[in-house]
Each structure stands twice: as structure tokens, then as C-alpha cells.
T-cell receptor, first 117, second 119 residues
């Protein structure tokens, strides 16, 4: 079964508008961490935002916010005031048992975001 | 912040040759590093977990004899693609976590990736 599901292969948004990228996850571990990374065409992986399973408040980092709905197991990324430079592939990822140093990230299939002027 | 350097960024080789990719943590020590593989427009698939001073742990379906991983020091892990074939052409990315920050360090830092093309 998929651990991380991103149902939107591609999303289109106009500059200055907000966009929501969907992510749902599946785990039975009570401790986990959720991450969003951005991958531009150059291939580098850029960390955007993190949400721990025990965090009471939704994470925010500048124009990025994570809409964490634990009961629904969703961790959607909201990008406010989109910019042309936001065009990239976006990956949702999870690490189960986030206190364990040796645990890798599991990635979703990604969403390609295209921002137009 | 934590920096992971990956080299080479691009490599083209002939079928049957071996290629080594290096992953270095520049300003922190990493007892564990992770190697991922990514095909165009697809997700990152975990290949193996590299542990300093011990054998790597490979994911199901990844041939350990083809993808040799060595983690000889706290700052260096290498991936060697042995007897490469065109189907091994892919984007390989390493990542590491700052061991010195203990369990509070949740963010994995990624290298810039290595694009391997096997002719």
C-alpha cells in the first residue's frame, strides 16, 4: 500500500494566487514526521517545511504552510502568493518514528506545479 | 546550515564499466546516509541505507552486488554502480542527517544529485 499519496500529477496557478498541493499518508506509528520538498529542474531537493505528528499547530515557513489534519491523515502544502520561481516538482514525504536516526524518508509521486504570469 | 556535497554531478560511461559516486557531509558528521534513485518525472525511491563502519541495508529489489555502498568515515559514503548497463541510467541522490544534533534533527539534507548515463 502507498504510504504517501499525492493525487495531483500537475497543478497550474497564476502568479500571486495561492495554491494547495494535496498529500495523504498512511502509518500506524504514532510518531512520525511529514515533510515537503521542492525539486526544480536542476534536480536539487530543497526542504520547505516540516510537521511532527505531535505538533499542535500547523507549521508555517514564510509563504509555505502545512495544513495538517491528523484524523484525516492529510498534510497539504499551501503556497501563498505564488511566484514564477515556484514552478517545480513538489514532493510530500514521511519518516515514521521520527526519533530514530536511521530512518529514511518515504516520498510520494510528486506534483508538478506550473506558475504563469 | 548542513551541506551535503555529491560528486560527480553528471557522468557518462560505457556499458560494462563501473562508476563511483561520492557523497560528503561538509560541515557535520553523518553516521547514516541514504541513497535514492529517481527516474525522470518520478518519485525518489530509496535504494539503501548506508551506515558508517558497517554494511549497508538495501531495500527489497536492489541488487547489493551491483550497487556497492561504502561508508568508511562519518563524512563520506560512496555508491559504486558496477558493470553498468543502460537500464542503470538514472538520477542518484544521497542524503544525510546531522548526527550531532540528536533526535531533534528531523531534516534530511540532500546532495545535488548525480545524473548517470550509460551508453
Amino acid at each position: 500500500a502507498q504510504k504517501i499519496t499525492q493525487t495531483q500529477p500537475g497543478m497550474f496557478v497564476q502568479e500571486k494566487e495561492a495554491v494547495t498541493l494535496d498529500c495523504t499518508y498512511d502509518t500506524s506509528d504514532p510518531s512520525y514526521g511529514l515533510f515537503w520538498y521542492k525539486q526544480p529542474s536542476s534536480g536539487e531537493m530543497i526542504f520547505l517545511i516540516y510537521q511532527g505528528s505531535y505538533d499542535q499547530q500547523n507549521a508555517t515557513e514564510g509563504r509555505y504552510s502545512l495544513n495538517f489534519q491528523k484524523a484525516r491523515k492529510s498534510a497539504n502544502l499551501v503556497i501563498s502568493a505564488s511566484q514564477l520561481g515556484d514552478s517545480a516538482m513538489y514532493f510530500c514525504a514521511m519518516r515514521e518514528g521520527w526519533n530514530q536516526a536511521g530512518t529514511a524518508l518515504i516520498f510520494g509521486k510528486g506534483t508538478t506545479l506550473s506558475v504563469s504570469s | 546550515g548542513a551541506v551535503v556535497s555529491q560528486h560527480p554531478s553528471r557522468v557518462i560511461c560505457k556499458s560494462g564499466t563501473s562508476v563511483k559516486i561520492e557523497c560528503r557531509s561538509l560541515d557535520f558528521q553523518a553516521t547514516t546516509m541514504f541513497w535514492y534513485r529517481q527516474f525522470p518525472k518520478q518519485s525518489l525511491m530509496l535504494m539503501a541505507t548506508s551506515n558508517e563502519g558497517s554494511k549497508a541495508t538495501y531495500e527489497q529489489g536492489v541488487e547489493k552486488d551491483k550497487f556497492l555502498i561504502n561508508h568508511a568515515s562519518l563524512t563520506l559514503s560512496t555508491l559504486t554502480v558496477t558493470s553498468a548497463h543502460p537500464e542503470d541510467s538514472s538520477f542518484y541522490i544521497c542524503s544525510a542527517r546531522d548526527a550531532g544534533r540528536g533526535s531533534g534533527a528531523n531534516v534530511l539534507t540532500f546532495g545535488a544529485g548525480s545524473r548517470l548515463t550509460v551508453l
